[in-house]
């Protein structure tokens, strides 16, 4: 069974960073597109970040782009979200999935883990 669980997250003041982990488990992802999206409170689930199977193309939100990086560790079947700058718009609790592809964002697994909450405080 897949299993992905999320962490890093904390509280932070506007302007700090975090650096999120997500470990995957139950079967390899290195071929594998992988995203993070987050849910604010009162809000849908959104799409952040996206990665190829290869790493070498990344897709963000227009809201993080410039502000946050993806990237992967494959011989870990971890990925990561880099968040620089934060907002106090970027509070929610984030989560990774793998996805469906690089054009929909949309994710590949119905069952989401536990997630990892991101709080910034203006």
């Known amino acids: 069974q897949v299993q992905l669980v999320e962490s890093g997250g904390g509280l932070v003041q506007a302007g700090g960073s975090l650096r999120l982990s997500c470990a995957a488990s139950?079967?390899?992802?290195?071929?594998?597109?992988m995203g993070w999206f987050r849910q604010a409170p009162g809000k849908e689930r959104e799409f952040v970040a996206g990665?190829?199977?290869?790493?070498?193309?990344?897709r963000y939100a227009d809201s993080v782009k410039g502000r946050f990086t993806i990237s992967r560790a494959d011989a870990k079947n971890t990925v990561y979200l880099q968040m620089n700058s934060l907002k106090p718009e970027d509070t929610a609790v984030y989560y990774c999935n793998a996805l469906l592809g690089m054009v929909t964002f949309s994710p590949l697994y119905d069952n989401w883990g536990q997630g990892t909450q991101v709080t910034v405080s203006s």
């Open positions: 990665i190829n199977w290869a790493g070498d193309n990344t």
């Open positions: 139950g079967r390899t992802f290195s071929s594998y597109f």
